[in-house]
């Protein structure tokens, strides 16, 4: 079976429908790589595109898109109510099939090094891939955005994971990264008080002492009129779906409050709904590799 | 995406390895399909093969393979404890994805057809590709057995749905057919109390008024001395497999009895396990075909 791994590159570049579509010519054109999906969003001026392959496919089409993003996208002239440091801002590769994370980190470094050698865009590493604390979250590393970044990588502590102290003028700078599949997750309350799902949600979130894998806040679904717990589950296997809906459910009832359903928002692993199914059914030594039947049919 | 369809075979060998391994080169031999698992018991003197592949290429395996048993494969020497009729025994079609189990009914008849026609070998279509009520069920079209067929078949009533009533000489009789995937999913009891699991099996199984799509019976558990409500889910979509764990429960409950666990035995469907996730998760408005990744991936 050959291993799989998508990528989800983000560039700041939402409204050029030329621009867009040149991107979609150049993911498509690399042999072992399939693009699943892309989306623009105008007000953000940015674009997100989710690709699969094979560890060498993937590995080329990032590096192919970075390159038509940098000699595109200007990000002098950028403007977008999205944070952003560089033309493509992020590049994260997540493993989907018979790959790990540390695998996925070794194929970011190759991207990084590659782009930093060959646009000389200066990469930092994040998440899974990043080598020290403070830059494991992108949104510490990209505080100043595009605009600045070049003070910033002067600073001996922001110095890029490769490349020299000096944004690429028109590119900027790129953040590179391994992480696990993020699943976008929310739970819905017969509540019309915020602050019940505000609380709930500070109490399953790991930030605040809950679950580490589990970031989450409160909002307001104006049209239904419920609050709702909003979270990103960015690693389903450390912290399952299934403990953090018990949870919610056993801290909602202090307040006399019910979870009316969830949601599930784009795309998740079969894998993170297995797990789930597993816990309700009591499913005993359940082999997912081996019984689920699709897992025979992918290669 | 190219549809994907399974086929289970079943061959009156399960001793000769020559036969065996001749019958895995069939299999492997035949463009767009995939022998996924074969598995064979020298006490039942019977295999089972596994396949998947696309239209074309799954009738083509499950022709072939019926041709090469009725070439090796002698019913008038077969000894064994299973119930069989045919060198080739029942060849059940089983949609995967992106078919129905209407193209299935078709793609059994396609078979049917040509296996009669080019090998002399006397079909009953059953299951979903059943013409008649009374050949759904395998059991009923198999009783007799092998030595049985000749005079079976001269009953007006057990006429083949293809061919003569007159067996193959030595291949016998031969079922295919089309039907959904089947789960075959276990509950097990903190209870020593047979009668227990065999009052609860009545209660959920179809034919006795329970669920349509369930069959079940009470088994021991010797070795863990507990006892066990198994089951055959014959359609996850019909009676999916949350709504008989829940009956369990509340039913052993009359008992002061409890779920203490449950198997499933070897391959599933992922949407049957993903299904019951959303029961649990109280997901809303969740698309199976669209929000699983692995969706994507398969071609």
Chains 1, 2 share one sequence.
């Not at 791994?5 to 030329?18: L, M, R, T």
């Not at 040149?22 to 399939?34: D, E, F, N, R, W």
Request: net charge negative; aromatic share 8%; proline share 4%.
């Amino acid at each position: 079976m050959a291993k799989i791994i998508e990528c989800i590159p983000n560039f700041s570049e939402g409204q050029d429908q030329a621009i867009i579509e040149g991107l979609v010519t150049v993911a498509k054109g690399v042999p072992g790589v399939t693009l699943l999906d892309y989306s623009s969003d105008a007000s953000h001026n940015r674009s997100v595109f989710t690709l699969v392959g094979d560890v060498e496919g993937i590995q080329e089409a990032a590096f192919q898109l970075v390159k038509f993003a940098s000699e595109k996208i200007d990000m002098t002239k950028h403007h977008g109510e999205h944070p952003r440091m560089g033309a493509t801002d992020v590049v994260p590769f997540v493993p989907i099939k018979d790959v790990t994370v540390a695998e996925c980190v070794e194929v970011s470094k190759n991207v990084a090094e590659r782009i930093n050698h060959e646009l000389s865009i200066p990469i930092f590493l994040y998440e899974d891939s990043a080598q020290k604390p403070d830059r494991v979250n992108l949104a510490r590393i990209r505080k100043g955005q595009f605009e600045g970044m070049t003070e910033k990588l002067k600073q001996p502590e922001w110095a890029p994971d490769y490349g020299e102290a000096k944004i690429h003028p028109t590119a900027g700078v790129t953040a590179v990264g391994a992480r696990m599949p993020l699943v976008a997750f929310n739970v819905n309350l017969d509540t019309d008080n915020i602050d019940i799902a505000n609380k709930i949600a500070k109490i399953v979130r790991g930030s605040s002492g809950g679950f580490k894998y589990c970031k989450g806040i409160g909002v307001m679904l104006e049209d239904r009129n419920i609050a709702q717990v909003s979270m990103n589950m960015v690693n389903y296997e450390g912290t399952p779906l299934y403990r953090v809906v018990e949870t919610i459910r056993f801290e909602a009832k202090r307040y006399g409050v019910n979870i009316i359903g969830s949601e599930v928002i784009g795309l998740t692993p079969a894998k993170a709904l297995i797990d789930s199914a597993e816990y309700y059914l009591q499913i005993e030594a359940f082999d997912y590799g081996k019984q689920v039947l699709e897992n025979h049919l992918l290669n």
